[in-house]
């Protein structure tokens, strides 16, 4: 792969599987899945398994500390009772960059950078196929060299 161009390289070598909730299902069950897999990004869709969002650690920072900026991690204690029962849908966020999953890690990087994120959901036929993350493709470049 290191004599690969990064425009050669697809990102379908870099793809992360991961975990969806659906929109209708609560905060408190996202916040489970999000603590199992140990992930700050969880991926929403709708009943169909369509691709609408995502709940971002930040989203339930949101819930404990509003107004605050959105640092450190939480607790799923520190959220309030009210708000567990909420559904996902109430707080995801539906302006999330995503990318496809035949795009080059040229591609996948030149959008982070230029959307000043670090992971992207990768996205196919509006299905999540999985989360593609600037650290895994450094960490997979550089083991190689």
């Known amino acids: 792969m290191i004599n690969m161009k990064l425009n050669e390289i697809l990102i379908e070598k870099f793809i992360e599987s991961t975990k969806t909730i659906s929109k209708d299902r609560t905060i408190k069950e996202a ?5 199992k897999e140990k992930t700050g990004i969880l991926p929403v ?3 169909d398994g369509k691709f609408v969002g995502c709940v971002f650690e930040s989203d339930m920072i949101k819930l404990i500390r509003p107004g605050s900026p959105v640092i ?4 799923k204690d ?3 009772e009210e708000d567990k029962n909420r559904k996902v849908e109430e707080i995801m966020n539906s302006k999330v960059v995503t990318i496809k999953p035949n795009e080059t890690v040229e591609t996948a990087i030149n959008i982070m950078s230029n959307n000043e994120v670090d992971r992207l959901v990768v996205v196919d036929d509006n299905k999540v196929i999985g989360i593609v993350r600037i650290r895994t493709i450094l960490k997979r470049i550089f083991d190689e060299i």
């Open 45 to 47: 869709v709708d009943k």
């Open 31 to 35: 916040l489970e899945i999000m603590e």
């Open 72 to 75: 450190g991690f939480i607790w």
């Open 78 to 80: 520190e959220i309030k």
